[in-house]
């Protein structure tokens, strides 16, 4: 504070010193009003005009030597301290603007930080629920076919063939409600996001060099096309693969049985100043006819080992991360899975 209308002082002082030899001192004045309003603030830039007017006035209109009063010479102050008090408003309202702008874009910042953990958490809420749901079907499926064995195997003589019928669906049960476990175990590990920089261009390779193998041995094709230059952008590299790994899978999956060529494409752009698009596309079955099938919802899925998990877990992430995830049908046949992802998040040094 002390310092602002010290700052304010001094560069007055300044402005007699410069304006004194040149005899210029309107301007040399209005230059340190500026100066003081756009450092200090409305109060030193207030102090400086009324400074700069005293000293105009007593100093260079010579009022000290000639006391008398000259009409002009009084309308010359008046017209300069209205300029300085005008530019020194002036300055005030701007900076008031900006920051308001700046806490406008805070608050929104905030806002959309709370809406992306509130969808999470109740996609979380969602999960349990049908988790529980789920779950419980194959541990009741497991009693009834654990019970039906013990009878096979009391009998007299044990009818073994039976019994390892029954066994053999007590595995698959168990199977079946180990992997829902921990793919949702997945989704609840990685519930916290982690906040780094990210290259898309990285993930998605990453993710290739991860399913290469599955999808050679289905003889599909892979080729990406990812636009060159994509700025990093803060968000959750786990996640993001995940995500990556869900869609490549869904669509080695779809592509496993067709006949013709099998062509998974992968490309990633820009499309708007603060998004960035990724879209995977195969020559797969294609979607199921809408709309009965609802592809996005948890343990939706028309696999015989589907948990149905895979679509719903990245939806929420893509949305945690600010962006959209949908499907369209591939021409002539397939799917194309599309996500976008907000960037807005680049730290400075990649603004600029
Ligand atoms: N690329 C695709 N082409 C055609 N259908 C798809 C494609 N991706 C998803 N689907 C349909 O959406 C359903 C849901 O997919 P999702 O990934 O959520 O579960 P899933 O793949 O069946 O099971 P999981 O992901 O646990 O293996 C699938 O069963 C399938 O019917
Ligand atoms: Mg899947």
């Known amino acids: 504070m002390l310092q602002r209308y010290g700052l304010a002082i001094l560069c007055c002082g300044v402005a007699l010193a410069v304006a004194w030899p040149i005899d210029a001192p309107a301007s040399c004045f209005l230059l340190a009003v500026t100066v003081s309003s756009l450092v200090g603030g409305l109060g030193p830039g207030l102090l400086c005009a009324a400074l700069s007017a005293l000293a105009f006035d007593v100093l260079f209109l010579n009022r000290l030597l000639q006391p008398a009063f000259l009409p002009t010479d009084g309308l010359r102050v008046v017209v300069f301290l209205a300029t300085a008090l005008l530019v020194a408003g002036l300055l ?137 230059g994509l700025p990093k952008f803060i968000a959750d590299r786990v996640q993001l693969q995940q995500v990556m790994v869900n869609l490549i899978t869904n669509s080695i999956d779809a592509m496993k049985d067709v006949a013709g060529a099998r062509e998974l494409v992968i490309s990633s752009e820009r499309t708007a100043d603060r998004e960035i698009l990724v879209s995977v596309s195969d020559t797969g079955v294609g979607l199921p006819p809408k709309p009965t099938v609802q592809i996005f919802d948890a343990f939706v899925s028309t696999k015989r080992n589907g948990t149905g998990l895979g679509l719903a877990i990245s939806r929420s992430i893509v949305q945690a991360h600010g962006g959209r995830l949908w499907a369209t049908p591939n021409t002539p046949r397939g799917a194309v899975f599309q996500f976008t992802l907000a960037i807005e998040d680049e730290p400075l040094d990649q603004q600029l």
Not at 129 to 139: C, D, G, L, S, T
């Open 92 to 228: 005030e309202v701007k900076r008031r603007a900006e920051e308001a702008g700046k806490r406008a874009e805070e608050d929104l910042r905030e806002a959309r930080d709370d809406l992306a953990q509130l969808s999470r958490m109740t996609a979380m809420g969602e999960l349990t629920a049908f988790i529980a749901h789920e779950v419980n079907q194959p541990i009741a499926a497991s009693v009834t076919n654990a019970n039906a064995c013990l009878r096979w195997l009391a009998g007299d003589p044990p009818n073994l063939e039976e019994a390892r019928d029954a066994t053999r669906s007590i595995v698959e049960a168990g199977t079946r409600a180990s992997e829902i476990i921990s793919r949702t175990r997945q989704f609840f590990k990685t519930g916290m996001p982690q906040r780094e920089l990210v290259d898309m261009a990285e993930i998605i390779d990453g993710t290739i060099v991860l399913l290469t193998s599955e999808a050679t041995r289905y003889a599909i094709t892979i080729r990406t096309s990812l636009a060159s």
